[in-house]
Structures are given as C-alpha cells and as structure tokens.
C-alpha cells in the first residue's frame, strides 16, 4: 500500500496526457508511415523473388541495429538534409524530435509488415487465384477480392507486431527530443526514481495492449465482414489520436525551453533555471533526457533556448581540441569559438563537473595511492569501469598517454550503478564526475591529477542564437552565475538520487536555490 | 460439319521451356456438344483447356470462341463468358456459398437482389438446399456439394460454354457417378457446350457424345467413343479395352444380382 501512496504517482499523472499525447502521434505517425511504405512493396513484390529476398533482406538488416543507436543515426541525418535544403531550397526543418523519431520508429515497423504481408500474400493456394481469373477477375480485383482478404489475418498479425514494437521502442526516442512516456523511464535511471521508472515502462506497455487489442477488433471485423467491429476498432485508433491532440493545441506556447542531459545533475539545474524563469514572469518548460551530441546541436538549431553544458566537454567535442589550457583561458577561448555559431556563454554556474578517477579511501590509503601516478603502478591489477562515452573520448586517451595507465579489465556503465559497483568492491577504480554526490556518501576518494591530463569542466550557461539579445531571460539568469558551489551541487545531486519524494528534480532545484542564497 | 463452331482449335502450338505441351493440335467443338478430352497426367489435356479461356496464352496456331479469335478478345471478358469448373471446386474460401456462386455476375454489374434470386435458381438446379447451404463457408461442405457449387459459380453468368477441370476426379465413386449423371442432364436441358477433361476413358464414355484423345501434347484421335474403336492407334485401343476388361472381371468376379 505504501508504494501506491506515494505522492510521486500523483507527479508523474500529471505529466501524463502530455508524455502520452506526444508517445501516440509520434507512434501512430511511424506506423501509419511504416505501412503507407510497406504494404504496397509487399504487394508490388509479392510475385518478384529477387526484390522480394533484397527488400526483406534490408528490413531485416534495419533490425538489428539497436533502436538508441537507430533513432540517434537520424539526428545527424536529417540535420545534413537540413542543411542542404536550405543551401538548395531556402527552406529548412527541424532535425530534432519528432521528424528522427518517427521516420527512424517507421523504419523499425517495416519487417514485421513487409514479412507478413509477403508471406499472406506468398501463402495462397495458387489454385485460388487461378481460379479468381478463371471466373473473371482482373489482376486488380483478384487482389482486393481474393488475395488480399485471404492474406489479412497473417498480415494484420504483422501489423500487430510492428504497433507494439513501435510503441516500445518510442520510450528511446527521448534523447533525439521527441517527448514520449521515454521521458518517465529516463529520468527515473537517472534520478534513481523507481516509480516513475515503473509508470513509464506500465503506461507504455498498456498503450501497446490497448492498440494491439483496437487493431485486432479491426482485423475480426474485416475478416467476419462485420463492419460495425471494423468500424469500432477504426474509431477507438481515431479517438486515441484526437484524445491526445486536445492538451496540444491547448498548450500553443510553451515560451522559453531549457534542455537537459541524461543525467541527474542536468534534470535539477534544468528545474532550477525553469524555476528563475518564471520567477521573473517568463514561461518555460524543460525538454529532459536530451542525448549529450543532441543538445548541443538543438541549441545551434534554435530547437532549444538554453541548456548547462560543462567547457571540457565543449572544448574535446565541439572544438576538437586535444590540448589542455588553464580554465580562463579555455573558457575565453570557447567563448570566441561559440560566438562564431551565435551561441552566447553566459557565463559560469561556479562549479566543475570534471572526470576524475575514483577509489574507496579506505584502499586507496592502504595502496599509498594519492594520484593517478601512484595509481599506474597498481592499474594492471586493477578493472576500472567508466559511463558509456567515458573510454571513447579523447581524455582518457590523455590519460592513458600522460600515466602509461593500462587497466585489467575495461566496463561500461550507467552512471548510478557505476558508484555501486566500486562500493561493493566490483570493480576498482572509475571514472567519476567530481560533483557528484555520492563520492561522499560511499566514502570514496578522488585522486588528483598532477600532470593535468583533464581539461577543466565549468557548469557554463549556454543561449541560443535567436536569445542573443533577450534582456530579460540573461537578467533572470544572471543570479545564477558564480552562485552554486562544488559543495552544494555535491550535496544537490546526492538529495536528488535518493529514492523519496524530496528528491525529485523541482524539489531539489528548490533547495539548491534556497542554499545558494544561504552560503 | 453443319452445326455451328462453339470453339476451334487450328494447329495450335503451346510450349513450356523446351516442353511442347500442345504439339500442333487441330479439334472442332460443335455447339450443344458434350466433348471430353482424355489423357494421362503431362499429355497436355489441361494446357489445351485452358487456352480456350486465354489462362494460358498460345504460342502458335489460332483458336476460335464462337468465331472470335481468342487473341483479339479482352481475357477478362472472355473468361466472363466462359463457365469454368475448377478441379474440386476452387471455391474462395472466405466467400459463402451464395458470394462464390453470384462472384461472375458481381464482376459483371448485375444488381445484388438480381444476384441473390440467381443464386436461388441456381442452387435448386444442381440440387442444394437453399436454406441449408446458401451462408455456409466453403469448408463446411462436403467434397460433392462444394462441386455442386462450383457448377453453379460457373452457370451463373449464363454462359453457353462451359470448360470443366476434372471435376469430378477427386470424389468418391458414388458421388461422382451421380454429379456426372447430374451435369449431363443440365447440359442437355441448358443447350449448353460442355469441354471437359478427365483420365478416365469410363467416365469419358458414359458422359461424351466425342471424346478426343491426347498424349505428349498431340491429339491422337477424336470421334464418337464407336468411331475411336475404328482409331488404330495402338494407345488410344489400350485405353478403349481398360474399362471393358474391367466390366468382364467384374462380371465374373459378382454375380448378377449380387447387388441388389
């Protein structure tokens, strides 16, 4: 009963018609589009082996790339496409949401409808459609009278199988920008929130049951020529769709948006810039769970207004750059550079969000281990686990390269699980941020970096070109500049992985407001 | 010949890859005739059925539908104007039997309350029970009454020829005896011209008024089944003396009266 009381359900209900309205018509969407495409290839093909086997042979290929890496691919995508649009054609469009998502969810609905619909169609007793000729029928009606009837109840399976996998794999489109029920699951890892975890995964699993169920009333009344069953299932389809479409034409502006990254950190600063907003009269709302290579390039495309981004990783991403410079000096430069995009850096929120290499200070102390130095020594004896991007980007290698460090075993985790697993002695040593608040919690050391292989990471606001000139919202936003110190935050994200009702993202925003004025 | 032409085949050639399937094959069908083909399975008794509709088209030679050349009538048409009786049945097993049988006249345009009283007429002449078989599905009939359906579906755009795929082939011998006595009389008392085949020269005799048959694709003779006694070909003689060996074993073999 006390899981049911918790208040947190009445938070997540609240988001409800808007994560759900969006995860219906980007999901319909994809799979109406995914049909529009699918079906007449299976029809157009059906009698054609060679392009039959090639077109089944890709829809299978698209499979099997995982639907993250699927619906990230077409950010990058459809951003090239933009840009040569508007290079030809003057005209361009939004890479960021629902665009990628929908075509890269209408994509993944191809191979269970293009299968089922060859198979339907390859499945017929050839003496049928002799006989569909013999009394007279042209290719045509032989297809709607004969083969396509007779198809149906393979192919409608097929079409079952796509809208259940299309909802599914909706929850990964919240990187990429679309709003989806993804938005519950995503925050909830991140924030370490089960409960909105468990209503993302149940709403979007009944969701699926529920347009599954609709569509099998569409198939049983085809197939039993019943037209008031068809015509039940079409409307309950149609009505899903103009239920969610209500809330999002009441909600025409949504004023200022702040984005946010996958991770803790981000969803409390993007509460607490929210929060400034409307404290000074402006309207906002915040677009969370935004993949780290997205957000940047949605700032550049004016997709969102504003976001927290850390100079380090500006500087090995965006800039390039491999070299290592004194922070002001990093900081000065990046400005110039960003300024080159339009993008305005504010400013420094007064706190770091570096990498750093982590130990439990209890063994770190046994080993004689104060720097990564000390630490090579021990590294070939040691696994080191690190979150998904960490062994991929360019300052490990300066790690590597500036301590000779080479560890037994590499792992890559999720951030929060990352911390558990030093506690409970899994692994030896990670590869933490330093605002994180659970290197006080578990008792861990962070080990110092004498060789300055990490390049600074100042938390740095960041506006979009077209809020360049916005007076307001950089005089609503400049309270906020030197303000949160390294404790503090320390302490914010510590509050915000707890697993009660406090530690939601606005309730902590609010306490990091409350103590940034205090201290 | 004085009577009128319901179908001519003139040297028609039909090859698959390097089979010829029908090897320059000439025959007349008059109309009101009850012709049968009869050949082994690969004698080309099917393709030659089959290209009087165009489901297959010719690769030489010229065939006639009452005096059309085949090759300059649209193929849907044709076939609307042909009944066609498939080997068991080729009902539509989605479609009831009411919906298989009224199909043509549908394609054709006619009114659906005209359809539904055609279905009626059509259902009392081959024998079925109107308020028993009209809404069933095809699957619960049984192998004798789904061929009854499947000559309805072919009369029901009332057409004057009707082409027929060993129809009875597949059924029981009692069934099959009476559904050939059936059909017979409806030829008889529709005027119709009935082409059908079959690889069995008894049923052949019992219902053909001339019987032509084939192997390896060529027409070996044709007549009468008393003119195809006089044939000296040495295949069609052999098939002429199968059934009548067997009535002599039979004979033998069951007295008299022994079935009464």
Known sequence: MSLLADPRWGEALAHLPDYLGNHVRVSLAALALGLVVSLPLAILTRNRPAPRGMLLAFASIVQTVPGLAMLALFYPLLLAAASVTLAWFGVSFSAFGFLPAMLALALYSMLPVLRNGITGLNGIDPALIEAAKGVGMTARQSLLMVELPLALPVMMAGIRTAAVWVIGTATLSTPIGQTSLGNYIFAGLQTQNWVLVLFGCLASALLALAVDQLLGLVERGLRHRNRLRAALGCFGIAALVAATLVPAMGRSSQGYVVGAKTFAEQYVLSALLKDRLQAAGLSATVRSGLGSSVIFEALKAGDIDLYVDYSGTLWANQLHRADIRPRTELLAELKTALARDKITLLGELGFENAYALVMPGQRADSLGIRTIADLAAHAPSMSIAGDYEFFSRPEWAALQKAYGLSFRAQRQMQPDFMYAAIASGEVDVIAGYTSDGLIAKYDLTTLDDPRQAIPPYDAILLLAPQRAGDERLQAALKPLLGKIGIATMREANLRASGNDANSSPDAVAKWLWETANRR | MPAKLAISYRHVVKCFGRLKAVDD??????????????????????????????????????????????????????????????????????????????????????????????VDELLELVQLDRAAHRDRLPEALSGGQRQ???????????????????????????????????????????GLTSVMITHDMTEAILLADRIAVMRAGKLLAQGTPKELTKSGDAYVMELLRTPRRQVERLNALLPESGCA
């Open chain 2, 25 to 118: 094959v000439s025959l007349d069908i008059a109309e009101g005739e009850f012709m049968v083909i009869v050949g082994g399975s690969g004698s080309g008794k099917t393709t030659l059925l089959r290209l009087a509709n165009r489901l297959i088209e010719a690769d030489g030679g010229n065939i006639t539908v009452e005096g059309d050349n085949v090759s300059n009538v649209d193929p849907v048409a044709l076939r609307r104007r042909i009944g066609y009786v498939f080997q068991s049945g080729g009902l539509f097993p989605h479609l009831s039997v009411a919906d298989n049988i009224g199909i043509t006249p549908k394609l054709l345009g006619m009114p659906t309350a005209n359809i539904s009283a055609r």
């Open chain 2, 148 to 190: 009854r359906v499947g000559v309805a579906r072919a009369l029901a755009a009332r057409p004057r020829i009707v082409l027929m795929d060993e129809p009875f082939g597949a059924l029981d011998p009692l069934t099959r005896d009476t559904l050939g006595d059936d059909y017979r009389s409806l030829h008889r008392k529709l």
